[in-house]
């Protein structure tokens, strides 16, 4: 008897002791925006105290450094990841200077909001947008991130690295997803699809958002999928409190997200819990304070965790898996295509013929220069690429979930300003495609400084050698004021120099490369100038009047990077333009003229223009700019000195130095050039000052008979020109407060308030 009750004890002792080292280990992440990078530092801090983490389950940010870390990444590879610039980029949406194909892009106008116009029934709705943040480059990366990861898994979370679960959430039956199966990073991206910020994705039919709204932390899911005999818990998220009035985000937060049992009984396992005060969801750039306050979190609590944990997995044990799994791995090359999602085979064929030049293999770098091309045609509205890995052809299919642009598309747009420059913008755009791209345009603006209307279309060609041809007419009117320079109500005179310009124009063009293009036009224009020549004038007066009409001649190369159509911070624009004009000048003198003569001239002339800005970043807070610009051109002087000036180039580089005319800054040849120096707080709020050299090679002198005459150059006809802006930059537009200096006759400073954009559509001349 006594035997038996030894040899009892020591079983139960020996299974005890042969269950400790069996312990599975379960990791539960919860969801919280830049807070989630607290998830690298608890990971960190287990693996170097070779606790094991056999399971993951996350949510939203918890779903993405869960997957990763389920796909094979170390805590050094994480965080390498979300610090680098690519992430930067997904996170913003925002496409890098070497992929911005400038090719597709229009003339930049004033719209701040773009709608589309969809049919429904007998009526036209007007659809809002669902995102801020663009999708297209979050959906390339997941594919290129995890297309090999899922070949590897056979598509099964369960043969991941460490086996996954993720959730999300199912708008229509707003219930949760768990994901186990299938593309792992379509599984994030739903997982983390937070509502206004990122678009839903549609995945097995169902429309997908954050996991976060159903369930933040995914104990459930871990107890029920893996069973683990211990569970860490690490939670960032913050309590729900009652949002105030002006913080749209956490109003959004309150209305779609349940409350969450963030508990996890001492029975199951242990919680973690990292504390933020002031990070908000999309701070990522303070990736490492938070990852510090993840890691501290999780060393405070190592010796309660390694009470309870008594496996170990060396270091040399994980990297010997985790390599031997990213072995698995295929290289990412494609050979078939398919299209989803277009009307018809002449659009697929359009889709694929822009990606698939000659060669039956894709590689993912051919892939990735053809992927955002399309996503810059505008009749692409979006472009979702899914790899599946093809075990007969050792090559990826890859599968593109294309959504068209609406036909329609209404913008809408304009500025509000402290001085007298405020305009409105709507326009009308109509798009389809099947072998070639059609974009129908037409936009009008309306205001008491600028007003205009244009009509126009452009047609391309994906060919091996890709081009376009476009015509546009433009009805264009500028009313100048000699304003004071108070800084609000200021007393506005009427308009003392009214420019009008009509033009009809024909181009053709191709690009040379990803970010340039070549483009030839014929152009027809008809410039209507009224304009007094006294300083002072009545309203009996009557103003005198130049008609130059003729047509222009253009050969242009341009490069064009910049970040932004108005205060931009990042990127280089160049440009080469050559032009010949043909035209006539007619002059009719009004009651403040010296000479009553009428006058008619016609010349020819050339022109040739280069300008250049650039933007080097010197660290993470300063950008300096540096921007130059020439005018050549053999053109004579017309009837009257004011007629010359009009009708002469002008140096404009500030958004408000184009909304005020200044003799200073105009001559038929120049050279002028200058730097801006930026300080960034953040990616949105910006102050820059900038400062300018205006030199005319040749200054177009005023008489004392109201003529013109062509002056020798002299250092005494320089100008400088200077500007400081504060420039927050909305999702909706730029706002910014400027004190602007021009070297010019009577009031010299300008302060301006705006909002929005200071554009124009383009001239025939």
Same mark, same amino acid.
């Given at each position: ?5 030894? !040899?009892? /004890? ?17 990791? =539960? ?29 996350? !949510? ?36 890098? *200077? ?34 801020? /943040? ?12 995890? +297309? ?74 871990? *107890? ?19 949002? &105030? ?14 409350? !969450? ?9 242990? #919680? ?11 701070? $990522? ?6 990852? *510090? ?50 009307? &018809? ?34 009749? %692409?509205?979006? %472009? ?84 376009? %041809? ?17 800084? $609000? $109500? ?21 690009? #040379? ?11 027809? $224009? ?18 005198? /009047? ?10 242009? #190369? ?16 160049? #440009? ?8 006539? *000048? ?56 004011? +007629?010359? /000036? ?90 910014? =407060? ?28």
């Amino acid at each position: 008897m006594f035997f038996l009750r030894i !040899t009892f /004890i020591l079983l139960l002792f020996i299974g005890s002791l042969n269950h400790s080292y069996a312990q599975k280990v379960g990791l =539960v992440l919860s969801g919280g925006g830049a807070k989630g990078l607290a998830h690298i530092g608890v990971i960190k801090a287990l693996e170097e105290q070779n606790i094991p983490i056999d399971y993951v389950a996350g !949510t939203s940010i918890g779903a993405i450094v869960g997957g990763l870390y389920a796909a094979g990444y170390s805590p050094d590879e994480m965080y390498e990841l979300f610090r680098s610039e690519k992430f930067k980029l997904w996170s913003t949406g925002e496409i890098e *200077e070497e992929r911005v194909y400038y090719f597709k892009k229009d003339h930049p106008n004033a719209s701040m909001l773009k709608l589309d116009w969809k049919e429904s029934g007998d009526t036209y709705k007007l659809k809002l947008p669902t995102n801020i /943040i663009p999708e297209a480059q979050m959906d390339f990366a997941f594919m290129e991130l995890f +297309a090999g990861i899922n070949a590897a898994c056979d598509y099964d979370f369960d043969n991941l690295f460490v086996p996954f679960r993720c959730v999300s959430t199912d708008v229509y039956k707003n219930e949760q997803v768990v994901s186990h199966y299938g593309d792992l990073g379509e599984a994030i991206r739903a997982s983390m699809t937070f509502p206004l910020y990122f678009k839903p994705i549609e995945i097995d039919g169902s429309l997908l958002f954050d996991g976060g709204i159903v369930n933040n932390f995914p104990t459930d899911v871990m *107890e029920k999928d893996f069973k683990p005999d211990f569970i860490i818990g690490h939670k960032v998220a913050a309590d729900l409190k009652k949002p &105030d009035p002006d913080d749209l985000v956490a109003q959004l937060e309150n209305i779609v997200m349940r409350p !969450t049992n963030y508990q996890i009984p001492d029975s199951l396992g242990i #919680l973690l819990e990292t504390r933020f005060e002031d990070v908000d969801l999309l701070d $990522f750039d303070r990736l490492p304070f938070i990852f *510090e306050k993840g890691y501290k979190t999780a060393t405070d609590s190592l010796e309660q965790i390694k009470a309870k944990i008594g496996r170990r997995v060396t270091a040399e044990d994980l990297a010997e898996k985790r390599e031997a799994f990213k072995a698995r791995m295929p290289q990412l090359m494609f050979n078939n295509i398919q299209v989803e999602g277009v009307k &018809d085979n002449m659009q697929r064929k359009y889709i694929i013929q822009s990606i698939k030049k000659k060669s039956p293999v894709v590689r993912l770098s051919e892939f990735k220069d053809a992927y955002f091309k399309l996503v810059a045609d505008q009749q %692409i509205k979006s %472009i979702r690429p899914i790899a599946y890995y093809n075990k007969e052809t050792n090559f990826f299919d890859l599968h593109l979930k294309v959504e068209s642009d609406k036909d329609w598309e209404v913008e809408i747009g304009g500025n509000v300003s402290s001085k007298a420059i405020n305009q409105g913008f709507v326009g009308v755009r109509y798009k389809f495609f099947n072998n070639q791209a059609y974009n129908l345009h037409s936009n009008i603006y309306f205001g008491r400084f600028y007003s205009s209307f244009e009509a126009g279309g452009r047609i391309d060609f994906p060919s091996t050698k890709p081009f376009y %041809i476009s015509g546009n007419i433009t009805f264009n009117r500028w009313d100048f004021f000699r304003s004071s320079s108070e800084l $609000f $109500f200021e007393d506005v005179h009427p308009a003392y120099i009214i420019k009008s310009e009509n033009s009809a124009r024909f181009n053709f063009g191709f690009p #040379l490369g990803v970010n340039r293009k070549v483009e030839f036009g014929l152009s027809s $224009f008809s410039m209507h100038d009224s304009y007094y020549q006294a300083e002072s004038f009545k309203k009996e007066d009557t103003p005198d /009047i130049t008609k130059f009409y003729g047509y222009a001649l253009t050969g242009k #190369l341009e490069r064009n990077t910049l970040n932004a159509k108005q205060y931009a911070t990042e990127g280089t624009m160049k #440009l080469l333009k050559l032009k010949y004009i043909g035209a006539t *000048e007619r002059t009719h003198p009004g009651s403040t003229a010296v000479n009553n003569n009428s006058t008619r001239d016609t010349q020819g002339f050339f022109e040739f223009q280069i300008k250049y800005n650039r933007y080097f970043k010197l660290n993470s807070r300063f950008t300096f700019g540096l921007e130059m610009e020439s005018v050549l051109n053999t053109k004579d002087l017309l009837a009257n000195y004011t +007629a010359s /000036i009009l009708s002469a180039p002008g140096f404009t580089p500030t958004p408000h130095s184009k909304s005020v005319f200044l003799d200073n800054f105009h001559a038929n040849n120049f050279a002028a050039g200058g730097g801006k120096l930026i300080f960034n707080f953040n990616e949105k709020l910006h102050l820059r000052t900038e400062g300018y050299y205006f030199m005319p090679l040749k200054k177009i002198k005023k008489l004392s008979n109201q003529l013109a005459q062509n002056d020798n150059f002299k250092w005494d006809n320089t100008h400088l020109m200077g500007n400081v802006s504060l420039v927050y930059r909305s999702f909706l537009g730029p706002a910014s =407060v400027s004190v602007n200096y021009y070297d010019k006759p009577g009031d010299r400073w300008y302060f301006l308030f705006n909002f929005g954009y200071i554009l124009f559509n383009k001239k025939g001349f």
